[in-house]
C-alpha cells in the first residue's frame, strides 16, 4: 500500500520550496534590497512584533540603515524612508486601498478605519466626515470643556489628600468621556471610577498588545468573541474583559438606535452613530446596528489612546522642562484673565507659544508608529529608479519623519521655539514644519478625529497649566514611565501598572 503521508510531506516540502524559490528569484520585487528571510516570510516580521513584543518598526529603521531609503520589509512589501515621498504616497488624488494583511488585526474592516478598499471607504467617509468638521466640532466644545472641567475638579480633590494623580489613566478617562458622549450620548463615565479606568484600559492594552498576533492569525479575534463566556474566562480573563467591553459598546449602540427622536435631536451637538442611522449619503446597508456598532466601537478606540498618549506626553514634556513650563504658564496668564473661563480652542490655537508646545508635542509623540501600508491596484508606483508593480504594498512609517534631522535638528530635543519665527510670532516656518507634521497621518485616510483632537489638546493643556499654575510637579516619573517602546500601531509605554512602568503620574501642591 502507498504511504500517502510521506507522499504529502514531500509534496509539501517540494511546493515550499518553489514558494520560497519564487519569492527569492522570481518575485517581481527581487530588484528591491532587504534581508533575504523578510522578502520568503511574514514570520521574520512576526518574530519582531509577536515574540520580541512590537519592535519590527524599529528593525525596519535598522534595515534602512543598512540597505538605503526602500527595503523589501514583507513577501509582498516594501517600506521607503524619504520625507519628500510621504505626500507622494499619502495623498488625495491616488485611490490607494490599506493593505488587509496588515489591517487585518484591527478585525474591522466595516469601520470606516479598517475599510480596506478605497472606494468602498470614499462612501463611508463622505457620510462620517461633517461630523468631524470644525464647525461640528465648535458646537460640540462645550461638552469637551465640560469634561475637561471635571478632570480638574477631581485633580483638585487628589491635591487636597495630597495624593498623586496618575495622569496616564486620567486622560484615557478623559478622552473615552469624551469621545464616547460624542459618538453615542452615552458618556463611559470613566472619569468617576475610583480605580481611574485602570480595568478599561488594561483590557484595551491586552488588544492592542495581542494584536500582532491577530495579523498572523486574524481568525482568532472570531474566535474569541463566539466562545461561551465561561469559556473566555478560563482561557483568558483579559480577553473577557475585551469581550465585555465590545458587548458594552454593542449595547450602548443599540440604545441608542432605540431612543426616542427627540430627546436625542434636542441635543445642541449631533450624535455621530444617530446621524449616520439617518444619514442620505449611506445605503441601507451600511446602516444596520451591526456596523453601526462596528464604527462606535472602532471610533472609540482611533479616539481614545491616540489622543491620551499624546496629552501624557505633552504633560510630560512640559513639566520636565521648567522654562517651556514657565514660559506658557506666563502666555496663559496674560491671555487669561479668570482661569475658570478658559476661551475655546480656535482662540488657543492662536497663541503661539501654547501653539508651538502642542505642535512638537505632536512631532515628538510622532501619531502611529506603524507603517499604514497602501496598495496601489491600479497602477506602478516609482520610487527613484526603482518600479513597485501594482498590487505591492507600500509603507512608511511617521516615526522615521519625527525624526529626520534634515528637518527637525536635534530632533531628539523638545523644543517648541522651533516652530516660530525668531519674534516668537507664528508664520512661514510653522508652515514649512506643518507639512513634516504626520501624527495625523496624511490624504484620504488621514485623521477624521484631528479638530477634535485638537480640541481636547488645546482645552486640557491650557486648563490644567492655567488653573493649577506652579502647583503642578512630576511624581516618581522617570523617562522609562514615558518612552514609546513598543509599537502596537501607536507608539506604546511600558505597562503602566506597575508590572513594568508606573506611565506619567502628578502632584498638584496644596493651594495656600
Ligand atoms: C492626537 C490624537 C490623534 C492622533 C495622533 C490620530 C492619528 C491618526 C492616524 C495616524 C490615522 C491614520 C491611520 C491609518 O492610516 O491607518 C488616523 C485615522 C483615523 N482617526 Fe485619528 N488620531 C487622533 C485622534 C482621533 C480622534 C479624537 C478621533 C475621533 C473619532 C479619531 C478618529 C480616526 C478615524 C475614524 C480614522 C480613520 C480615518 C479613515 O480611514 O478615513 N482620531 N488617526
Ligand atoms: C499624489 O501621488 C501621486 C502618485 O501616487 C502623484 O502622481 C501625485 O502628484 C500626488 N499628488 C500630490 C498633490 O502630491
Known amino acids: 500500500m502507498p504511504d500517502y503521508g510521506i507522499a504529502t510531506v514531500v509534496a509539501l516540502v517540494v511546493a515550499s520550496a518553489a514558494g520560497a ?19 520568503l516570510t511574514h514570520w521574520y516580521e512576526a ?8 519592535q519590527y518598526i524599529f528593525e525596519i529603521g535598522r534595515m534602512h540603515e543598512k540597505y538605503g531609503p526602500i527595503v523589501r520589509v514583507g513577501p509582498n512589501e516594501v517600506h521607503i524612508l524619504d520625507s519628500e515621498y510621504y505626500n507622494q504616497l499619502y495623498n488625495m488624488t491616488n485611490r490607494l486601498d490599506k493593505y488587509d494583511y496588515f489591517y487585518s488585526m484591527m478585525g474591522n474592516p466595516l469601520a470606516t478605519f479598517g475599510t480596506i478598499q478605497a472606494d468602498v471607504h470614499r462612501v463611508r467617509r463622505i457620510a462620517l466626515g461633517p461630523f468631524f468638521s470644525s464647525k461640528a466640532v465648535a458646537k460640540f466644545y462645550p461638552q469637551v470643556q465640560s469634561v475637561v472641567d471635571r478632570l480638574t475638579e477631581r485633580m483638585e480633590l487628589c491635591a487636597e489628600k495630597a495624593e498623586p494623580i496618575p495622569l496616564f489613566y486620567a486622560y484615557r478617562c478623559m478622552t473615552v468621556d469624551i469621545i464616547s458622549e460624542y459618538v453615542f450620548a452615552h458618556q463611559m463615565g470613566l472619569l468617576d471610577r475610583a480605580d481611574w479606568g485602570k480595568y478599561f484600559y488594561s483590557a484595551w492594552r491586552s488588544l492592542w498588545e495581542l494584536s500582532p498576533t491577530t495579523r498572523q492569525f486574524p481568525w482568532m479575534i472570531d474566535v474569541i468573541m463566539s466562545m461561551p ?11 473577557l474583559e475585551v469581550v465585555d467591553m465590545f ?23 449631533p450624535t455621530v452613530i444617530w446621524e449616520l442611522s439617518k444619514s442620505d449619503a449611506l445605503p441601507p446597508q451600511e446602516k444596520t446596528p451591526k456596523r453601526l456598532a462596528v464604527e462606535a466601537n472602532s471610533l472609540i478606540a482611533a479616539g481614545f ?36 473661563k478658559i476661551p475655546g480652542s480656535l482662540v488657543l490655537e492662536r497663541l503661539p507659544y501654547l501653539f508651538a508646545v502642542v505642535k512638537e508635542s505632536l512631532r515628538v509623540s510622532v501619531g502611529a508608529y506603524s507603517r499604514l501600508s497602501r ?10 529608479q526603482y518600479n513597485i508593480p501594482a498590487g505591492t504594498a507600500i509603507g512608511m512609517s511617521a516615526l522615521f519623519v519625527a525624526h529626520d534631522e534634515a528637518i ?12 516660530l519665527e525668531p519674534d516668537g510670532s507664528i508664520g512661514a516656518t510653522a508652515l514649512r514644519l506643518e507639512h513634516y507634521l504626520l501624527a495625523f497621518g496624511k490624504g484620504a485616510r488621514g485623521c477624521v478625529g484631528i479638530n477634535l483632537a485638537y480640541a481636547e489638546l488645546y482645552s486640557v493643556l491650557t486648563t490644567v497649566v492655567r488653573r493649577f499654575g506652579n502647583r503642578l510637579e512630576l511624581y516618581k516619573t522617570e523617562e522609562r514611565d514615558i518612552e514609546a517602546v513598543h509599537d502596537y500601531f501607536a507608539g506604546m509605554t ?8 508606573n506611565g506619567l503620574r502628578v502632584l498638584v501642591k496644596k493651594q495656600k
Open 21 to 39: 524559490f519564487y519569492r527569492l528569484y522570481l518575485h517581481p520585487l527581487t530588484h528591491i534590497p532587504g534581508p533575504k528571510l523578510a522578502a
Open 47 to 54: 518574530y519582531y512584533d509577536v515574540v520580541k513584543k512590537g
Open 229 to 239: 463566556r465561561w469559556m473566555t474566562k478560563l482561557t483568558d480573563p483579559r480577553a
Open 247 to 269: 458587548a458594552e459598546i454593542d449595547h450602548q449602540t443599540e440604545v441608542l438606535l432605540n431612543s426616542d427622536s427627540k430627546a436625542v435631536e434636542a441635543q445642541p451637538h
Open 305 to 340: 489612546e491616540t489622543t491620551g498618549g499624546t496629552l501624557t506626553l505633552m504633560t510630560y514634556l512640559v513639566l520636565s522642562h521648567p522654562n517651556v513650563y514657565q514660559k506658557l504658564l506666563a502666555e496663559l496668564e496674560q491671555a487669561i484673565p479668570d482661569p475658570t
Open 375 to 384: 496598495v496601489n491596484r491600479y497602477e506602478a508606483m516609482r520610487y527613484k
Open 408 to 419: 527637525f535638528p536635534d530632533a531628539l530635543s523638545f523644543i517648541p521655539e522651533r516652530w
Open 494 to 501: 511600558r505597562r503602566p501598572d506597575g508590572s513594568e512602568g
